[in-house]
T-cell receptor, first 114, second 114 residues
Framework: AQSVTQLGSHVSVSEGALVLLRCNYS??????LFWYVQYPNQGLQLLLK??????LVKGINGFEAEFKKSETSFHLTKPSAHMSDAAEYFC????????????FGAGTRLFVKA | DAGVIQSPRHEVTEMGQEVTLRCKPI?????LFWYRQTMMRGLELLIY????????DSGMPEDRFSAKMPNASFSTLKIQPSEPRDSAVYFC????????????FGPGTRLTVT
């Protein structure tokens, strides 16, 4: 069965510092993987997606994630945090080919300090 | 293009009343999902439809909840009778028929039951 674990419910970084949000998954087949962002009082928005085309995936707002099969990880990074990055981030997994049911992680709230 | 549309955005009702939440998915998408989000339980999948057919409703809390999708462009989630513990933000999401079937979320309906 699929599952996803996000390490750390809260992460705090200083503006300009590296952002690293951790995600580990479990899947019986090579999965589809996603990162979503949720700003206050808004719905979830797709940041990026992995579909096996390339292990390093670039998304919107300068974020990227690397798929590491040996570590079953899909960590999200951004070289330099901006105040506007403060939000909640969700990692998600679904199994090909249908991918109808997506399992979401519990979320990591990112705080950015001035 | 218009995203997922939900109405109303806010709903305040008294315990025992019927509540109907509405969703219009993105045109061309063939899967639709209803989620509930609370601080205590996080993001929960309630039900999802594929080609207007309910595929998995195992997340629906109890018989007070029902969902319909009469056509490809409209879905409703109904709670009857409503209870204070139903207070939450309810999201609708839709996904396209092509892999990886990423989900696009609406802005949500904030429901308060007094």
């Amino acid at each position: 069965a699929q599952s996803v674990t996000q390490l750390g419910s809260h992460v705090s970084v200083s503006e300009g510092a590296l952002v690293l949000l951790r995600c580990n998954y479990s899947s019986s087949v090579p999965p589809y993987l996603f990162w979503y962002v949720q700003y206050p009082n808004q719905g979830l928005q797709l940041l990026l997606k992995y579909t096996s085309a390339a292990t390093l995936v670039k998304g919107i707002n300068g974020f990227e994630a690397e798929f590491k099969k040996s570590e079953t990880s899909f960590h999200l990074t951004k070289p330099s945090a901006h105040m506007s990055d403060a939000a909640e981030y969700f990692c998600a997994v679904s199994d090909p080919p249908g991918g109808f049911k997506t399992i979401f992680g519990a979320g990591t709230r990112l705080f950015v300090k001035a | 293009d218009a995203g997922v549309i939900q109405s109303p955005r806010h709903e305040v009702t008294e315990m025992g009343q019927e509540v109907t939440l509405r969703c219009k998915p993105i045109s061309g998408h063939n899967s639709l999902f209803w989620y509930r989000q609370t601080m205590m339980r996080g993001l929960e999948l309630l039900i999802y439809f594929n080609n207007n057919v309910p595929i998995d409703d195992s997340g629906m809390p109890e018989d007070r909840f029902s969902a319909k999708m009469p056509n490809a462009s409209f879905s409703t989630l109904k709670i009857q009778p409503s209870e204070p513990r139903d207070s939450a933000v309810y999201f609708c999401a839709s996904s396209p028929p092509r892999p990886p079937n990423e989900q696009y979320f609406g802005p949500g309906t904030r429901l308060t039951v007094t």
